[in-house]
């Protein structure tokens, strides 16, 4: 049995129909023909109405449909689902966002490096925190576009640098650097590939905080961190991801 679907978006539509089955009865004369007509549904703002709020520690992240279901209290990040991973629905972000509010109301933080930064929410929520400067950057240029646009959504333009860079190859490291705080929400290898580079990056006394990490490759993570000086702190489990927090307090 096969079935084929056609989807036309054309004025003579009923001419194309009519001559398609005229074509099909030839080859399969018994064969059904079925037309109907689709309404016109806006299939994005259909996909938003299924991405309900994140709430972790005192963030809430949302899209611009659930401006309203903030509550009095809440840290708001208003992030629309788009080309950039990170609309706080994921266990990594969750994570992060736990740890992040944890590091910043007991350490000393000026300076926060978000590596990776996808949709920019990290770098949100550590600029909604506390007036730090923040650098992130991210490998993929349309991630950095939809970033910048994320910051100024959330009004804090002017605390957040964005730079397109892959891995820590820019300037940009050294002109804002040493780092408070280091945020790296991306995949295990390219994680402990960086682990030496990563931990030069960190001010005395500084924090890391590390997601992207399947629960089976936490192991691997922590000894390629601790064999670059850096001590386990604690680990988030999260839907089989951990998000990892070290320092280098030792």
């Keep these: 049995i096969w079935e084929a679907s056609v989807y036309m978006f054309r004025e003579d539509e009923a001419e194309i129909h009519g001559r398609f089955a005229a074509l099909l009865a030839e080859a ?7 037309r109907e007509e689709l309404p016109d549904i806006d299939w994005i703002a259909k996909s938003l109405e299924g991405l309900k709020p994140v709430r972790a520690a005192r963030f809430v992240v949302h899209g611009s449909h659930d401006r309203g279901k903030v509550r009095a209290g809440e840290i708001a990040i208003e992030i629309d689902a788009g080309q950039a991973f990170g609309t706080g629905h994921h266990g990594t972000t969750a994570g992060c966002l736990e740890v992040i509010s944890d590091v910043m109301r ?7 490096l978000d590596l990776g930064t996808g949709s920019g929410v990290l770098a ?4 909604k925190l ?8 991210d490998i993929d240029p349309i991630a950095t576009r939809v970033a910048r646009e994320n910051v100024r959504l959330n009004g804090i333009a002017s605390g957040v640098a964005l730079e397109t860079a892959p891995g820590f190859h820019s300037t940009a490291f050294g002109r804002h650097g040493p780092f408070d705080l280091i945020i790296a929400n991306i995949l295990a290898r390219p994680l402990m590939r960086m682990a030496p580079q990563l931990a030069a990056q960190l ?3 500084g924090d890391v905080i590390l997601s992207g990490i399947l629960a089976s490759q936490r192991w691997k993570v922590l000894a390629a961190y601790n064999g670059a000086g850096l001590r386990h702190v604690r680990t988030i489990w999260r839907e089989g991801w951990v998000t990892i927090h070290l320092d280098n307090r030792r």
């Design 124 to 127: 949100i929520a550590a600029r």
């Design 203 to 205: 001010a005395p006394q």
């Design 106 to 112: 007991t350490r000393k933080v000026k300076r926060v």
């Design 28 to 34: 399969f004369p018994d064969a059904p023909i079925e």
């Design 130 to 137: 506390a007036p730090v400067t923040v650098l992130a950057t």
